[in-house]
T-cell receptor, first 114, second 114 residues
Framework: DSGVTQTPKHLITATGQRVTLRCSPRSGDLSVYWYQQSLDQGLQFLIQYYNGEERAKGNILERFSAQQFPDLHSELNLSSLELGDSALYFC?????????????FGPGTRLTVT | EDQVTQSPEALRLQEGESSSLNCSYTVSGLRGLFWYRQDPGKGPEFLFTLYSAGEEKEKERLKATLTKKESFLHITAPKPEDSATYLCAVLPFYSGGSNYKLTFGKGTLLTVNP
């Protein structure tokens, strides 16, 4: 158990809808990262937040947005969903043990868009 | 652009048959190289961080090594429970401040038969 929690575990929704994925980092970790994993693309970095501020951005679509709250939990919002958005979404956190570069991943949210 | 290439894509071993997985990388300057293990439908599990050429890290039957252009994950006398996808990721030096964007390879799917 990495200490990172994600909810929900599974999400099934229709095209055009909007969903919110939630992540709680390990206790004390200030950085939260979001990744998308699909069969053909592998693990793709989406965005990083550090103590409430956006720090790095990957190939995140404009339909996607994220934020990190004062209690350090983070939410990833996906809107106008398309079939191609079906994937595993992972949250990771870093900062409090070992090297601050080491990212610890949550169990993921499996999103299915029908 | 940072690139990470892992080979082979898939590897089948008999229990006890040692082998190595390769991770080749292209990055302007390497701050760190990371190995993760991922079981199907689960989040990646952190294994090792390597920082400089010549460095080695060991954990049970796994040993990771680093050169200036590649890293190897050596698996000695593997057991069926070592079956998983092994992912390699790089963190470049130009990531400033607390920007810790990782670039992942697509992974090597290891299957160890009893």
């Amino acid at each position: 158990d990495s200490g990172v929690t994600q909810t929900p575990k599974h999400l099934i929704t229709a095209t055009g809808q909007r969903v919110t994925l939630r992540c709680s980092p390990r206790s004390g970790d200030l950085s939260v990262y979001w990744y998308q994993q699909s069969l053909d693309q592998g693990l793709q970095f989406l965005i990083q937040y550090y103590n409430g501020e956006e720090r790095a951005k990957g190939n995140i679509l404009e339909r996607f947005s994220a934020q990190q709250f004062p209690d350090l939990h983070s939410e990833l919002n996906l809107s106008s969903l398309e079939l191609g958005d079906s994937a595993l979404y992972f949250c990771a956190s870093s900062g409090t043990s070992g090297s601050s570069y080491e990212q610890y991943f949550g169990p993921g949210t499996r999103l299915t868009v029908t | 652009e940072d690139q990470v290439t892992q080979s082979p894509e898939a590897l089948r071993l008999q229990e006890g048959e040692s082998s190595s997985l390769n991770c080749s990388y292209t990055v302007s300057g390497l701050r760190g190289l990371f190995w993760y293990r991922q079981d199907p439908g689960k989040g990646p599990e952190f294994l090792f961080t390597l920082y400089s050429a010549g460095e080695e890290k060991e954990k049970e039957r796994l040993k990771a090594t680093l050169t200036k252009k590649e890293s190897f994950l050596h698996i000695t006398a593997p057991k069926p429970e070592d079956s998983a996808t092994y992912l390699c990721a790089v963190l470049p030096f130009y990531s400033g401040g607390s920007n810790y964007k990782l670039t992942f390879g697509k992974g090597t799917l290891l299957t160890v038969n009893p």
